[in-house]
């Protein structure tokens, strides 16, 4: 469920494929509630993680794995993260993918933030 307290900010992964880490800023301090990625085509080889972090800190239970297998655009992950989840205002959220999967294809990610 959805509160009036609750904000969305976008990033995008430019290559899912190429180990390496993307950075969204964040305008208002709050929790990260949830995390929710689209991905631009199919990747193969094998499976990329995806990791998130605040100031170099992992977010408990943010991660998840785009499968390889049957991945197409479109197909959508999510995670529910439990702890180390706050986010100050002017701060940064780090994207990083180990870039074990082959294919040069993006993941748009959507971070729900609690105010």
Request: glycine content about 12%.
């Amino acid at each position: 469920m959805r509160t009036l307290n609750d904000y969305f900010i976008s990033g995008r992964i430019t290559d899912i494929s190429t180990a390496g880490s993307t950075f969204v800023v964040v305008p208002d301090s709050g929790k990260i509630v949830k995390i929710v990625s689209v991905l631009q085509g199919a990747i193969s080889g094998g499976n990329a993680a995806i990791t998130f972090e605040i100031d170099g800190t992992a977010v408990t239970n943010g991660g998840f794995t785009v499968a390889h297998s049957g991945s197409a655009a479109g197909t959508s992950d999510s995670s529910v993260p439990t702890a180390l989840n706050d986010v100050a205002e002017d701060g940064k959220i780090e994207m990083i993918t180990d870039g074990n999967s082959t294919g040069a294809k993006s993941l748009d990610v959507t971070f729900t933030i609690r105010r």
